[in-house]
């Protein structure tokens, strides 16, 4: 049976919609959201505390997915994040990438890297009331590895098995894209609510024709509020987010608990995408040390129609390299 080439193509050109819709609907949704804050609102940039002031951030997170599926997706992100001394503006700079890993040989399928450069400052609309608004502008290359599939050209001559070395050009395909977002916070004392565009531009990432794949625009709004502080310090924040994307919703509700320098949270996704639904539970837990923030978290999938989907682990990593000399400010958020 012969192959034709274009039908090739097209099996290429479907596998990389496939992985590229994996990765994007994702939008880096660390479970950890408010230690790797930067990527899930413009606006919270520069909101870190420590002991009451405001503090620099360095912030690294990892997160490992599908790992007994036979195949690896695997995220990283690092920022620094600050506010500027002596105004109301803060800065952060970042990287971020994703690598779809499978099959018995180990090598990628499919992977990005973003470089991004963001922009917040602060309004002060009342007493102990804060609004703040932020931009987020992003480089982003995105490759996909040909050497992956099969070409007509293997194929032997009695047609058994795709044993010839190919011809065809095997180099990476890569394509670069500019994209942008901005978030709105209202923030105070006892609690703060978010919401955040990202991908406003809806850049074109197809390989083979301009339009036919777009990052498409993803909403985000998230709240949180102090509803319970003990004399001795200890805290309890619920929040929620909701995220919205043109083919799935997804509902993040958590409880955090905060006691001196150590953090942890319980909570719950439901995700509709596809005509279809999940549930998991998720959690993480915290410590600071002096200068350094250490958390781990994964997920435990509860959806019957989904059950052979594995653990998600996250981990996240902050170091607080140096002060800012502005304003004293509310700090609402669960995390550092």
Do not use: C
């Amino acid at each position: 049976m012969r192959i034709n080439k274009t039908v090739i193509n097209v099996i290429a050109n479907l596998a990389i919609i496939a992985f590229s819709k994996t990765l994007y609907s994702q939008n880096l949704q660390f479970r950890q959201a408010f230690a790797q804050r930067t990527l899930l609102n413009p606006a919270l940039i520069g909101t870190g505390q420590l002991n009451d002031e405001a503090i620099a951030r360095i912030s690294s997170g990892t997160k490992v997915q599908w790992l007994k599926l036979g195949k690896r997706l695997f995220a990283q992100s690092i920022s620094l994040d600050a506010p500027i001394s002596n105004t109301n503006a803060a800065y952060t700079a970042g990287v971020y990438t994703t690598d779809l890993i499978s099959g018995s040989d180990g090598r990628a399928k499919y992977s990005h890297i973003s470089a991004y450069l963001g922009y917040a400052y602060d309004l002060k609309i009342g007493k102990n009331l804060f609004l703040k608004g932020g931009l987020n502008t992003q480089f982003s290359s995105f490759n996909f590895g040909t050497e992956q599939f099969y070409w007509e050209d293997q194929i032997n001559a009695a047609n058994t098995g795709f044993l010839i070395p190919t011809q065809e050009p095997i180099a990476q395909i890569t394509k670069n894209v500019f994209h942008v977002s901005a978030g709105l916070l209202l923030y105070g004392t006892k609690g703060f609510l978010g919401i955040s565009a990202l991908n406003l531009n809806q850049p074109d990432i197809s390989f083979f024709e301009e339009g036919g794949q777009n990052i498409p625009l993803s909403l985000n709004i998230h709240l949180g509020y102090k509803a319970f502080e003990s004399e001795g310090g200890t805290k309890i924040i619920p929040s929620a987010m909701y995220l919205v994307l043109p083919e799935s919703h997804s509902r993040f509700l958590m409880i955090h608990a905060i006691r001196d320098n150590f953090r942890m949270g319980l909570g719950m996704q439901n995700t509709e995408a596809y005509q279809q639904q999940s549930f998991s539970i998720n959690y993480y837990m915290g410590a600071r040390y002096d200068n350094y923030y250490f958390a781990y978290s994964n997920d435990w999938n509860m959806s019957v129609k989904n059950s052979s989907i594995p653990l998600t682990h996250e981990i996240s990593i902050i170091i607080f390299p140096y002060t800012a000399n502005i304003n004293k400010k509310p700090t609402p958020f669960p995390e550092y």
